[in-house]
């Protein structure tokens, strides 16, 4: 109990202190979860809907595949993205193995079937004749779709959370893919388990207490963005 | 002529659900289809709309084919869409009146004042704010109308728009409707399986059964000459009996029906298979023999088998040897004590005897 309260009181000094490695990570985890869930947004909601828009032969087999990747498992997300990314491998050029940049690489293959997913449910959930609709008040196939994206909103919030909080949460693809390097590819996650491996409880309490702060702060304002939107 | 099809073929699933050889729209004129749940009318519609594209075929919109993505992206820019549910968007009234509107980059002042004249138009000026998900669904399909009125639509498509509403909101709507209609000069095509709103909205009816205009005309013609016993049933025509002429008369002739004789009008031949179709409307019930100076042709003693009550008036199953069906008020059913078992004399005039030939 001790060591928890020691956590608690660490993480309030580190967090009041603005602790310059703390802070670090803290954007860091921020900024890399961040772009991640951007580029699956555009890349989820885009197919999804292309997805749940179109009639093709095995779409029933595409839908199946995007809900089992909706559970890929982030080590294997993380030694695949390492392989391609490793020296001898085919984007080894690329030099980007053990920079953000892998990470956001990594964090996007986990995220971007969560997203689409969603999408492709919330976007066979509206009405069928909602597009024949739009399209008969004159909307081109672009105006179409951004209106069926906004009719759908509500679900495709829960979308941008589920992507958000699978990826700011995980740690397995960002060690493997990031490396912890310290003031480089160091995030919240990859440091309390550093920090845990090495006994130190109190920070690793203290950047978990960050790490779910952060989350529940980034929900806290899509849920309430989301709330308000719903029909009463 | 505003719109015209040629040759349309729509397939799904390797079946071809709509089979129209050729259909023309005439400007400011409404035009109803109708049929059985089914008979294709709402794929029709959406072909029709260029929402749907056809196997094979082609649309004309007033000399121009649409034969494009882009010609059919146009054309959709002279229309507008009603369909059973209002899809109305997650916002609020006004915001859902002036959407096509603004697809369609329409500025500020000229959508105010067009929203507020559809609104007032439809009777739905004091919901302008509310949220379209909180209104009823008489006034949410009000809140549809108005919004595709607004954009001031050459053709309007209407897709069984009042079916899933209340009887007295479903007739207030239907008046107000063709009221608007008449007023706007809108060309419409309307699709419904109630053939009494079609009645009352049409300058021009089309039967349609599997994918196919089977009759087309006025709703006089397709209620009075049906062309042949499946619309005859679908248009309301509660007697249809086949029989063998008998006898020519000079421009009558007897038609043998389960040992009666049936006088009607038409040319025919003496031992030809013929039906008979007798609207309920058209049948008079008698307790006594009625006058022999009666202009009525054909008189059939029959019993009574069931009354059913249909509202303002009472449907009447007569067993005259072969069933008839005829209509009475309330009135007449009391005056007359018509009850079941009862022995009454049933009238029919010639004229109003419908022959189609076998």
């Given at each position: 109990?001790?060591?928890?309260?020691?956590?608690?009181?660490?993480?309030?000094?580190?967090?009041?202190?603005?602790?310059?490695?703390?802070?670090?990570?803290?954007?860091?985890?921020?900024?890399?979860?961040?772009?991640?869930?951007?580029?699956?947004?555009?890349?989820?909601?885009?197919?999804?809907?292309?997805?749940?828009?179109?009639?093709?032969?095995?779409?029933?087999?595409?839908?199946?595949?995007?809900?089992?990747?909706?559970?890929?498992?982030?080590?294997?997300?993380?030694l695949f993205v390492s392989i391609f990314l490793w020296?001898n491998g085919p984007?080894g050029?690329?030099?980007?193995?053990?920079?953000?940049?892998?990470?956001?690489?990594?964090?996007?293959?986990?995220?971007?079937?969560?997203?689409?997913?969603?999408?492709?449910?919330?976007?066979?959930?509206?009405?069928?004749?909602?597009?024949?609709?739009?399209?008969?008040?004159?909307?081109?196939?672009?105006?179409?779709?951004?209106?069926?994206?906004?009719?759908?909103?509500?679900?495709?919030?829960?979308?941008?959370?589920?992507?958000?909080?699978?990826?700011?949460?995980?740690?397995?693809?960002?060690?493997?893919?990031?490396?912890?390097?310290?003031?480089?590819?160091?995030?919240?996650?990859?440091?309390?388990?550093?920090?845990?491996?090495?006994?130190?409880?109190?920070?690793?309490?203290?950047?978990?207490?960050?790490?779910?702060?952060?989350?529940?702060?980034?929900?806290?304002?899509?849920?309430?963005?989301?709330?308000?939107?719903?029909?009463? | 002529?505003?719109?015209?099809?040629?040759?349309?073929?729509?397939?799904?699933?390797?079946?071809?659900?709509?089979?129209?050889?050729?259909?023309?729209?005439?400007?400011?004129?409404?035009?109803?289809?109708?049929?059985?749940?089914?008979?294709?009318?709402?794929?029709?519609?959406?072909?029709?709309?260029?929402?749907?594209?056809?196997?094979?075929?082609?649309?004309?919109?007033?000399?121009?084919?649409?034969?494009?993505?882009?010609?059919?992206?146009?054309?959709?820019?002279?229309?507008?869409?009603?369909?059973?549910?209002?899809?109305?968007?997650?916002?609020?009234?006004?915001?859902?009146?002036?959407?096509?509107?603004?697809?369609?980059?329409?500025?500020?002042?000229?959508?105010?004042?067009?929203?507020?004249?559809?609104?007032?138009?439809?009777?739905?000026?004091?919901?302008?704010?509310?949220?379209?998900?909180?209104?009823?669904?008489?006034?949410?399909?009000?809140?549809?109308?108005?919004?595709?009125?607004?954009?001031?639509?050459?053709?309007?498509?209407?897709?069984?728009?009042?079916?899933?509403?209340?009887?007295?909101?479903?007739?207030?709507?239907?008046?107000?409707?063709?009221?608007?209609?008449?007023?706007?000069?809108?060309?419409?095509?309307?699709?419904?399986?109630?053939?009494?709103?079609?009645?009352?909205?049409?300058?021009?009816?089309?039967?349609?059964?599997?994918?196919?205009?089977?009759?087309?005309?006025?709703?006089?013609?397709?209620?009075?000459?049906?062309?042949?016993?499946?619309?005859?049933?679908?248009?309301?025509?509660?007697?249809?009996?086949?029989?063998?002429?008998?006898?020519?008369?000079?421009?009558?002739?007897?038609?043998?029906?389960?040992?009666?004789?049936?006088?009607?009008?038409?040319?025919?031949?003496?031992?030809?298979?013929?039906?008979?179709?007798?609207?309920?409307?058209?049948?008079?019930?008698?307790?006594?023999?009625?006058?022999?100076?009666?202009?009525?042709?054909?008189?059939?003693?029959?019993?009574?088998?069931?009354?059913?009550?249909?509202?303002?008036?009472?449907?009447?199953?007569?067993?005259?040897?072969?069933?008839?069906?005829?209509?009475?008020?309330?009135?007449?059913?009391?005056?007359?004590?018509?009850?079941?078992?009862?022995?009454?004399?049933?009238?029919?005039?010639?004229?109003?005897?419908?022959?189609?030939?076998?």
């Amino acid at each position: 109990m001790d060591l928890i309260l020691e956590g608690i009181k660490k993480a309030c000094v580190l967090l009041f202190t603005l602790d310059a490695e703390v802070l670090r990570i803290t954007l860091l985890s921020l900024g890399v979860s961040g772009t991640a869930t951007l580029i699956s947004l555009i890349l989820g909601i885009s197919m999804g809907m292309l997805i749940a828009l179109k009639e093709f032969p095995g779409k029933k087999f595409v839908i199946s595949t995007i809900n089992t990747g909706m559970g890929l498992p982030p080590v294997v997300v993380g030694l695949f993205v390492s392989i391609f990314l490793w020296r001898n491998g085919p984007f080894g050029f690329l030099g980007l193995l053990y920079t953000p940049a892998a990470m956001i690489i990594a964090q996007s293959i986990i995220a971007t079937p969560l997203v689409m997913g969603v999408s492709v449910a919330a976007i066979q959930h509206l009405p069928k004749n909602l597009r024949y609709q739009i399209l008969a008040l004159g909307a081109t196939r672009l105006q179409m779709m951004w209106l069926l994206v906004r009719e759908a909103r509500l679900p495709l919030l829960a979308a941008v959370m589920a992507g958000f909080g699978g990826v700011i949460s995980e740690v397995g693809a960002s060690i493997m893919v990031g490396g912890n390097i310290k003031g480089y590819t160091r995030v919240l996650t990859t440091a309390t388990v550093m920090e845990t491996s090495k006994g130190n409880f109190d920070i690793a309490i203290a950047l978990s207490i960050i790490l779910m702060v952060l989350a529940f702060a980034v929900n806290a304002i899509l849920t309430y963005v989301q709330q308000q939107e719903r029909p009463r | 002529m505003t719109l015209q099809a040629f040759d349309l073929c729509v397939e799904r699933g390797g079946h071809t659900v709509i089979e129209i050889s050729e259909l023309t729209v005439e400007p400011h004129r409404v035009l109803t289809l109708i049929g059985p749940n089914g008979a294709g009318k709402s794929t029709l519609l959406l072909t029709l709309a260029g929402l749907l594209k056809p196997h094979h075929g082609s649309l004309v919109f007033r000399g121009q084919a649409i034969d494009s993505a882009r010609a059919r992206a146009a054309y959709r820019k002279h229309l507008a869409m009603v369909f059973q549910e209002p899809l109305l968007f997650n916002t609020s009234v006004f915001e859902n009146v002036a959407s096509g509107l603004k697809l369609r980059g329409k500025t500020g002042k000229i959508i105010r004042s067009t929203v507020e004249k559809n609104l007032e138009q439809f009777g739905i000026s004091h919901l302008a704010h509310r949220s379209a998900r909180t209104l009823s669904g008489g006034e949410a399909q009000r809140a549809s109308l108005a919004r595709a009125f607004a954009i001031e639509p050459e053709i309007i498509f209407l897709d069984e728009p009042f079916a899933s509403l209340d009887a007295p909101t479903r007739e207030a709507l239907v008046d107000d409707l063709h009221a608007i209609l008449c007023e706007t000069k809108t060309t419409a095509i309307i699709a419904t399986h109630d053939r009494m709103e079609a009645l009352r909205l049409s300058d021009t009816m089309a039967v349609m059964f599997q994918g196919k205009i089977v009759q087309i005309g006025s709703p006089e013609d397709v209620m009075n000459h049906p062309a042949d016993e499946q619309v005859a049933s679908f248009v309301g025509t509660e007697t249809i009996l086949t029989g063998t002429v008998s006898k020519i008369y000079d421009g009558t002739f007897l038609l043998s029906i389960a040992g009666a004789e049936l006088e009607a009008v038409g040319v025919v031949k003496a031992g030809e298979r013929a039906v008979c179709c007798i609207r309920p409307e058209h049948v008079t019930i008698h307790t006594n023999t009625p006058s022999a100076h009666s202009s009525a042709r054909n008189f059939f003693k029959g019993i009574i088998v069931k009354i059913v009550p249909m509202g303002l008036f009472y449907k009447i199953y007569l067993d005259c040897g072969f069933p008839l069906v005829s209509f009475v008020t309330s009135q007449s059913l009391e005056h007359l004590e018509l009850q079941e078992g009862k022995t009454v004399v049933a009238s029919v005039k010639a004229t109003a005897i419908h022959v189609i030939k076998k």
